[in-house]
């Protein structure tokens, strides 16, 4: 019998991370403020029932495929695969029984106060959930001594698929709102979509109400829009994106080499904007847009990504 079991990962300032077996999910992020309290940065389910229970993704990797992947299908030559819709025609975060919904395997565990680890794994079989070949995916967490969370995704298939693995952690920084925050992503392009959220095809430079390259507070922003937006990062840049808390005086930097970040303002959470999703993932339905960089998996082609989040004083 399956069973959802929790891991810690400590360093030397005490900062405590605390993952999932179940989606191989970020189920807390502690980190000291100002005052050097101890303080939840995340927002997230507290029980076990809530967790196998979640509808919001919360913490959780997802795959094989994130965010919305158009009509549940796409081409490999002059095939069409059809996958299994679980919004409307489309796919969502991978399908109805995804990765955040599976037992991960622990391949392994350290905890020495220097680089803790812990590295999920998973197997996903040929025709799951429609996808084509069989793939073995692995995420490991490292926790190292400079405040820096990092998320390393790496995937091998013996067939020919698409794959934009992501972290859906929520963000609060020790809020109950994210009215008080300052955001800033590195992008000055964005994908405009339709009705479905699913994109135009277009990339398009981001309009005055959607630029964050700058600092910018997010309850101004949210007085007129709430964002779901999917932002094209710029390339070599120190990091990819900041959310900061002036009233507990810290930071969080994101570093990625994904091409995206879904910025998701919590817009149907039980609390609306009580935490912000930053999603590091691929370009949004990437497989069917021409002209979009897209990630595939091969038997010649392993998939490798990360995303790092690393808090600092502020």
Known sequence: MDLIKNFTLTNLHGMQVTLSNYGARILSIKVRNKSNQLIETTLNHQTDTEIKNDVFYMGATCGRISNRLSKAQFS???????????????????????????YWQVDELQ???EDSQIIFSLFSEDGDQGFPGNLNARVSYTLTKTNELRVDYWAQSDALCPINMCNHTYFNLGATSID?????????????VDDNSIPTGEIRVLPPELDLIKEQLLKQKLKTLDFDHCYVLEKNMAF???????????????????EALQVYSGNYLPQKHSAIA??????????????FACDWVSPDNDYRKYVSYQFIKY
Request: proline share 3%; net charge negative.
């Open 76 to 102: 490999v030559g002059e095939k069409t695969i059809k996958l299994e819709a679980n919004e409307g025609e489309n796919l969502l975060h991978g399908g109805k029984d995804s990765f955040s919904h599976r």
């Open 111 to 113: 905890n020495n106060n």
């Open 180 to 192: 008080e925050l300052k955001l800033s992503v590195k992008a000055k392009h964005y994908l405009p």
């Open 240 to 258: 990819s994106a900041l959310l900061s808390s002036e009233e507990q005086g810290i930071a969080m930097l994101i570093k990625t080499d994904q």
């Open 278 to 291: 930053l999603e590091a993932q691929g370009l949004v339905d990437a497989p069917n847009q021409a002209g």
